[in-house]
């Protein structure tokens, strides 16, 4: 059984930081892209950022230079760090894996439960 387990979300100040950890089980991904995703309330789910087995890295506009992503193949884990948040960036973060990165999301295979997020003003 495929399982995405995140970890690290929690409440933070504007212009705080946070880790987002992604441990994935059931198989190897390491020939797999990884990504993450996030839903704010009544908005759809949108990527944030991911990285191919490559080590080929996207971000999406809105977090340039405030995130990276990274993955460790040998532990199947991925992770996300998140600094110079904003309260925009409040949202529930989801990890997701797939054969292929792509922006869209209902083409992902696997995803985790999923991490709140909440970013104070």
């Known amino acids: 059984q495929v399982q995405l387990v995140e970890s690290g979300g929690g409440l933070v100040q504007a212009g705080g930081s946070l880790r987002l950890s992604c441990a994935a089980s059931g198989r190897t991904f390491s020939s797999y892209a990884m990504g993450w995703f996030r839903q704010a309330p009544g908005k759809g789910r949108e990527i944030v950022a991911g990285i191919r087995w490559s080590g080929y890295t996207y971000y999406a506009d809105s977090v340039k230079g405030r995130f990276a992503i990274s993955r460790d193949n040998a532990k199947n884990t991925v992770s996300l760090q998140m600094n110079s948040l904003k309260p925009e960036d409040t949202a529930v973060y989801y990890c997701?894996?797939?054969?292929?990165?792509?922006?869209?999301?209902?083409?992902?295979?696997?995803w985790g439960q999923g991490t709140q997020v909440t970013v104070s003003s």
């Open positions: 997701a894996a797939d054969p292929l990165l792509t922006v869209e999301p209902t083409a992902w295979d696997y």
